[in-house]
C-alpha cells in the first residue's frame, strides 16, 4: 500500500513542493480545457497526448480516418504557442522532404540549407506506416536524439518537441509496417476509438455554431513553451518509490516468459516481450500521469492505467495469437493480474 512506501526526501533530487505542484497542475488543467473546447469526447486521447508531452516522448495514434487525430494534434500545439507541422505520408516521400536538405542558390553561387517541417515542436506524420523503410529510418535520429544531419551539420530541434504519428489499421495496400525498432521509440501507442452517440450529435452541434468546421478559427494560447519545459523538469523529479519501480520491472520481465506465469494457455502467444524501454516508458509515462492527476509521487494506479498504451506496440505476438485472434490487451491484462501489486 503506498502507505508503506517511502519518504519522498529519501530519493534523490529536490521533492516537488505544493506551489510548483499547484502551478503545473493549473497549467495543465488550461490546456486540457483548450484541448476541450475544440475536440469533442477522446478523454484517453488527451490524457494520452498530456502523458507524452509531459514526459518527453512520442505517441503513435492508431485508428480508422475522420476521428479528429490531426485536430487533436494541432489543438495541443495552439494551446501552447507552439509550432506545428504536418507530413503527409506516402510511398514517394523522401527522408529530406522531413529532415531538410541542401539547395544551391545561384546568385550567391553557395549551398543553403533549408530545414524540412521536422524541425517544429509538434510534428504530426500523418499514415506514418505509407511511407517508405529508408523514410521511417530517417526519423530515428530525430525521435532518439532531438537532432538532425545535413550535409554533415547537426541540426538541434525545437524544444519542446513531440512526434505524433498515425496509422490506419484497415487499409494495408501500399502500407509499409513500422519495424519494432521503430515502434518501441513511441512512448505510447493509443487507440482512438469512435465517438458516443452524444459525442457525435456534438460534433455536429460546434460546426453549426461555427465552433468547429473549415471557417473555424484558432483558439488562443494558453500557456507557452517556456511553461511547458518548466513542467517537464518538475515531472523529472516525481517521487517513485522503489516498490513502484520493482514492479515495473517484474511486468516487463513477466512479458518475456509468460508461459510458466500465464499457463499453456496465454504462454505460447507471446514471441517477444518487451525490451528495457518499456521500463523506462513506465517510469517516464507514470510521472507525467502522476502529475496530470495532481500528485508529486507515482502510485501502482497511474503503471495500471498506463499498461495498454505502453505495451501493446511492445509485446510480439505469435502467429497462433494472430490465428486465434488475441490481442495483445488480452496478454497485457493477464500479465497485470498475474503479478502482485505493491
Given at each position: 500500500m503506498i502507505e508503506a512506501f517511502e519518504s519522498p526526501a529519501t530519493q534523490s533530487g529536490a521533492p516537488l513542493t505544493a506551489v510548483e505542484l499547484e502551478h503545473a497542475t493549473e497549467a495543465i488543467s488550461r490546456v486540457s480545457e483548450a484541448f476541450s473546447s475544440r475536440v469533442v469526447g477522446q478523454h484517453r486521447v488527451r490524457t494520452a497526448l498530456l502523458v507524452t508531452l509531459l514526459a518527453e516522448g512520442h505517441v503513435l495514434l492508431e485508428s480508422v480516418p475522420g476521428l479528429a487525430k490531426t485536430l487533436a494534434s494541432a489543438t495541443l500545439a495552439q494551446a501552447i504557442n507552439a509550432q506545428f507541422a504536418r507530413i503527409q505520408c506516402t510511398p514517394d516521400l523522401l527522408p529530406s522532404d522531413i529532415i531538410?536538405?541542401?539547395?544551391?542558390?545561384?546568385?550567391?553561387?553557395?549551398?543553403?540549407?533549408?530545414?524540412?517541417?521536422?524541425?517544429?515542436?509538434?510534428?504530426?506524420?500523418?499514415?506514418?506506416?505509407?511511407?517508405?523503410?529508408?523514410?521511417?529510418?530517417?526519423?530515428?535520429?530525430?525521435?532518439?536524439?532531438?537532432?538532425?544531419?545535413?550535409?554533415?551539420?547537426?541540426?538541434?530541434?525545437?524544444?519542446?518537441?513531440?512526434?505524433?504519428?498515425?496509422?490506419?489499421?484497415?487499409?494495408?495496400?501500399g502500407t509499409y509496417i513500422l519495424p519494432h525498432a521503430q515502434m518501441d521509440r513511441f512512448l505510447l501507442?493509443?487507440?482512438?476509438?469512435?465517438?458516443?452517440?452524444?459525442?457525435?450529435?456534438?460534433?455536429?452541434?460546434?460546426?453549426?455554431?461555427?465552433?468547429?468546421?473549415?471557417?473555424?478559427?484558432?483558439?488562443?494560447?494558453?500557456?507557452?513553451?517556456?511553461?511547458?519545459a518548466r513542467i517537464q523538469g518538475l515531472v523529472r523529479r516525481v517521487y517513485v518509490d522503489p516498490a513502484i519501480k520493482r514492479y515495473v520491472v517484474s511486468l516487463i520481465r513477466a512479458t518475456r516468459n509468460v508461459g510458466p506465469l500465464l499457463g499453456p494457455e496465454l504462454g505460447?502467444?507471446?514471441?517477444?516481450?518487451?525490451?528495457?524501454?518499456?521500463?523506462?516508458?513506465?517510469?517516464?509515462?507514470?510521472?507525467?500521469?502522476?502529475v496530470v492527476q495532481g500528485r508529486h509521487y507515482v502510485i501502482p494506479e497511474d503503471v495500471r492505467?498506463?499498461?495498454?498504451?505502453?505495451?501493446?506496440?511492445?509485446?510480439?505476438?505469435?502467429?497462433?495469437?494472430?490465428?486465434?485472434?488475441?490481442?495483445?490487451?488480452?496478454?497485457?491484462?493477464?500479465?497485470?493480474?498475474?503479478?502482485?501489486?505493491?
Open positions: 531538410g536538405t541542401q539547395v544551391y542558390d545561384p546568385r550567391r553561387h553557395e549551398f543553403e540549407t533549408q530545414l524540412g517541417p521536422v524541425h517544429a515542436n509538434f510534428v504530426l506524420l500523418d499514415e506514418i506506416n505509407r511511407s517508405s523503410a529508408k523514410t521511417q529510418s530517417a526519423l530515428l535520429e530525430a525521435m532518439q536524439e532531438r537532432q538532425t544531419s545535413i550535409a554533415g551539420t547537426i541540426h538541434k530541434l525545437p524544444e519542446p518537441f513531440m512526434v505524433l504519428a498515425t496509422q490506419n489499421p484497415i487499409e494495408e495496400e501507442k493509443e487507440i482512438v476509438d469512435y465517438p458516443s452517440e452524444d459525442d457525435e450529435l456534438m460534433v455536429l452541434e460546434r460546426i453549426d455554431d461555427g465552433t468547429l468546421g473549415q471557417h473555424m478559427t484558432d483558439i488562443e494560447p494558453v500557456v507557452s513553451t517556456a511553461e511547458i505460447n502467444y507471446v514471441d517477444i516481450g518487451a525490451s528495457p524501454r518499456g521500463s523506462i516508458a513506465f517510469f517516464q509515462a507514470a510521472r507525467a500521469m502522476a492505467e498506463l499498461r495498454h498504451s505502453v505495451l501493446r506496440h511492445r509485446i510480439h505476438l505469435s502467429f497462433e495469437a494472430l490465428a486465434d485472434r488475441i490481442q495483445p490487451e488480452t496478454i497485457i491484462d493477464a500479465v497485470f493480474r498475474a503479478v502482485p501489486t505493491p
